[in-house]
Antibody, heavy 123, light 108 residues
């Protein structure tokens, strides 16, 4: 079955960087977009970025553009999120999600999610 | 920028019908999706492409679409349905993903 397992979270000081990983299994990794979505404590869901199966198409939310970088490694069936210049507002649970997208003009959707990893930005 | 608007909370008694709305200008152009999130758990997709139900999702979860509003209907609400529900779509271009603010369903 489809499995997504995030890792790399933890406590980080403001201004520092962190790289999250998401290991996947149970599906053909290169057939799917992959996304990162976060949820601040007590708040709603916020999409951050997605990357196409071949890694060619990448889009970011305005809130993280220029600070966060999504990437993937098909050899390891994994997707990553490099986060730079972290602030307290980046404190959240970060989810990776398998992403379906019909074409370049259609909404992406998230049919499988990892369990999430907590990132806390604090001095 | 595009937004999706949901009521913050809905309350129903067990066995009754709950309806959760989601409004947004891009909805006539883009498909909508619904997710259920229980405390401490990751979200689960319960509706895709406006009205379709993934396998394993109970039939009491249905959805409808009319213009700029989509509605999630939960018939015969059970205690286990108490959760946060999020609608999701995209902006008109289909590039940026948008989530509604979420609706907390309370089963009285």
């Amino acid at each position: 079955q489809v499995q997504l397992v995030e890792s790399g979270g933890g406590l980080v000081k403001p201004g520092n960087s962190l790289k999250l990983s998401c290991a996947t299994s149970g599906f053909t990794f290169t057939d799917y977009y992959m996304s990162w979505i976060r949820q601040a404590p007590g708040k709603g869901l916020e999409w951050l970025a997605y990357i196409s199966g071949a890694g060619v198409t990448i889009y970011y939310a305005d809130s993280v553009k220029g600070r966060f970088t999504i990437s993937r490694n098909s050899g390891k069936n994994s997707v990553y999120l490099q986060m730079n210049g972290l602030t307290a507002e980046d404190t959240a649970v970060y989810y990776c999600a398998r992403t379906a997208r019909r074409d370049g003009y259609s909404a992406a959707s998230f049919d499988h999610w990892g369990q999430g990893v907590l990132v806390t930005v604090s001095s | 920028s595009s937004e999706l608007t949901q009521p913050p909370s809905v309350s129903v008694s067990p066995g009754q019908t709950a309806r959760i709305t989601c409004s947004g200008d891009a909805l006539p152009k883009q498909y909508a999706y619904w997710y259920q999130q229980k405390p401490g758990q990751a979200p689960v997709m319960i509706i895709y492409e406006d009205i379709k139900r993934p396998s394993g999702i109970p039939e009491r979860f249905t959805a409808s679409s009319s213009g700029t509003t989509i509605t999630l209907t939960i018939s015969g609400v059970q205690a286990e349905d108490e959760a946060d529900y999020y609608c999701q779509s995209a902006d008109r271009s289909g590039i940026s993903v948008i989530f509604g603010g979420g609706t907390k369903l309370t089963v009285l």
